[in-house]
């Protein structure tokens, strides 16, 4: 009788989390991105304190899921490339702040 | 913006040998040089260390909508202040407390605006020189109403810290080349 999980309880929700987004390092590249139209990659490394390696692997990861699009160009004989949130990261990201803030504000004090 | 407040300073000793409109005049191509230097720091030193952000149209307009509010409001008031001076005739300290009114609003709506602290203080100087001026024409005798010594502390004092700020910014954040650490 114990073992009969609770029905409905908010904090269920939480295992439908976009694992995705979840992860640190990605959630703050979304957030940022999420505010504004493109940003270079000198941009979002200063502004999240990530190094290159780490970057490149979470925006590898948001890269494939979709979420964003990375144009790469080169600025004289350097490389430079500006990021973008697509229409489904975005879609994405309303629909993960909506459910952590619905159960975040279900939670009592 | 020190190089704007040197003008105060150093214009007020030019005018024996340029006159009133030779001793601004000159300040033009000065502000000139530095506006182009300002260009020229931007694109070679300030976007290679930060990077390049694009805000959403949103956002731009937004921020378009607020800025021209605030200028529209700012003249406005400065023009029906000066007006309302003029028509009332009003006394050298009235006039002197308008003017310090209107630097200490302006700095202030830039702080708040650039979140940049610092700004409160500058207005609080810049307010102040021509009353401090005043009283040290008075009691001690300060050619030209004591403004090149209260104006010129204000703005060396801008200038000093802008230079160190930027110094300071470029010690901390080297170009960053993509990809290498």
């Known amino acids: 009788m114990t073992d009969e999980p609770m029905v409905d309880h908010p ?18 590249i979304l957030s940022y991105r999420y505010v504004v ?6 941009f979002v490394m200063r502004t999240t304190g990530l190094t290159w390696g ?20 080169h600025k004289g004989k350097k490389p430079h490339s500006i990021l973008r949130m697509t229409e489904k990261g975005r879609s994405a990201f309303r629909s993960y702040k909506k459910m952590l803030k619905q159960v975040l504000d ?3 004090e | 913006m020190g190089l704007f407040i040197l003008e105060f300073a150093v214009a007020p000793l030019l005018t024996t040998s340029l006159g009133d409109f030779g001793s601004s005049f000159i300040f033009l191509p000065i502000w000139a040089l530095a506006t182009v230097m300002i260009l020229l720091i931007k694109h070679h030193n300030l ?16 921020l378009f909508r607020l800025s021209i509010a ?46 940049q602290n610092r ?9 102040l020189a021509p009353i401090l001026g005043e009283w040290l024409w008075v009691n001690l005798g300060v050619v030209h109403h004591g403004y090149p010594l209260t104006f010129g502390i204000a703005c060396l004092t801008i200038i000093t810290t802008g230079i160190t700020k930027f110094i300071l910014f470029l010690k901390r ?3 960053p080349v993509e990809g290498m650490e």
Do not use: W
């Not at chain 1, 948001?62 to 990375?70: F, I, R, T």
């Not at chain 2, 976007?47 to 937004?62: F, K």
């Not at chain 2, 003249?75 to 630097?103: C, D, H, Q, Y």
């Open chain 1, 11 to 28: 904090l269920q929700q939480l295992t439908d989390i976009d694992q995705v987004i979840h992860a640190p390092a990605r959630l703050m």
């Open chain 1, 37 to 42: 139209e493109s940003a270079d990659y000198v």
């Open chain 1, 54 to 73: 780490n970057l490149a692997t979470h925006l590898n990861k948001l890269e494939e899921e979709g979420y964003v699009e990375v144009q790469k160009m």
């Open chain 1, 106 to 108: 279900d939670l009592p």
């Open chain 2, 47 to 62: 976007t290679p260390r930060m990077g390049i952000v694009r805000l959403r149209l949103t956002r731009q307009v937004r």
């Open chain 2, 70 to 115: 605030l200028l529209i409001a700012l003249v406005f008031f400065f023009i029906t202040g000066t007006l309302a001076l003029m028509e009332m005739n009003a006394s050298i300290v009235l006039r002197t407390i308008f003017m310090v009114a209107m630097a200490l609003i302006i700095f202030s709506v830039a702080a708040h605006v650039l979140q």
């Open chain 2, 119 to 127: 700004l409160f203080l500058y207005g609080c100087m810049v307010a």
């Open chain 2, 173 to 175: 954040y080297t170009i």
